[in-house]
């Protein structure tokens, strides 16, 4: 086979079936999984290890092993789903419906920055299974002028919940994200302190928030449309004479 700067190209077949399966919207563990098992077998990596080469199920399991941790969240589906069946969705649509000038902009602008804010501190709400979906995204659907959009506002939940945490806990020196950054430049010869790495990260925090608050802003509006109106506006017959 063909080497590019002496490197063989067929070893990146693997990242090509992700790529593939990712763009294709297959189903995301199968999809890594198949591509993970790829390349392990084209570098020659064996079912099962042994004494002088790990092997597929031994990295696979270590990796899990060491990584566990991630999987605590499956411990919260159980009571998020019982309070769901008791009626949290209707119990935080009811409590909108108190509320007046509360818009779906302002309501995912202010979570991103509750997100920012407990991220800056250190605070983890558990994201979407546990906070986004079963609090917020009720709330969000009770302030629409129209159930036609529910769809597009539980989406518009799950990105300020990405784009608070994702930035927010960069503001929080001891967070994995900023330790990683320190890491890697110190290991690179660049040694950096957590704390003025934490403060850089601010006009990134600032700049999200101003990019977010014009998509929620510009959501709003389109599904502010009434549908009546705007097909309306789509069958009205057109003048096509011409002056």
């Known amino acids: 086979m063909e080497t590019w700067l002496g490197w ?36 020659g990596m064996p079912l099962v290890g042994h004494q002088t080469q790990p092997g597929m199920l031994d990295t696979l ?37 108190r509320l007046t000038g509360v818009s779906l902009a302002r309501l995912l602008i202010g979570f991103q ?8 501190l250190g605070l983890r709400l558990q994201g979407h299974v546990t906070f986004g979906r ?40 001891a967070s994995a994200g900023c330790l990683l950054v320190a890491g890697v430049m110190k290991g690179a010869g660049y040694p950096v302190d957590v704390v003025r790495l934490a403060l850089y990260a601010i006009p990134i925090v600032a700049v999200s928030l101003g990019v977010a608050a014009v998509q929620f802003v510009w959501l709003e509006r389109q599904l502010g449309q009434r ?17």
């Not at 990146?12 to 999984?33: E, F, H, Y």
């Not at 920055?113 to 800056?120: E, H, L, Q, T």
């Not at 009720?138 to 994702?166: D, Q």
């Not at 549908?227 to 096509?240: G, K, L, N, V, Y």
């Open 134 to 173: 079963p609090i917020v995204a009720p709330m969000a659907t009770a302030v629409l002028p129209s159930p036609a959009g529910e769809g597009a506002a539980k989406a518009a939940v799950a990105a300020a919940e990405n784009y608070g945490n994702f930035f927010g806990q960069n503001l929080f020196p």
């Open 113 to 120: 920055m509750a997100r920012v804010a407990m991220g800056a």
């Open 8 to 43: 063989p190209v067929w070893k990146l077949l693997g990242v090509g079936v992700l790529v593939v399966g990712l763009a294709r919207r297959w189903p995301t563990g199968p999809v890594v999984l198949s591509a993970g098992g790829l390349t392990a077998w084209l570098a």
């Open 61 to 97: 399991g270590k990796a899990f092993v060491e990584n566990r941790v991630i999987t605590l969240y499956l411990l919260t589906l159980p009571a998020v789903g019982l309070a769901e069946r008791m009626g949290l969705h209707t119990t935080m649509g009811r409590l909108m419906g």
């Open 227 to 243: 549908p009546d109106e705007t097909a309306d506006h789509a069958t009205a017959p057109q003048d096509t004479r011409h002056g």
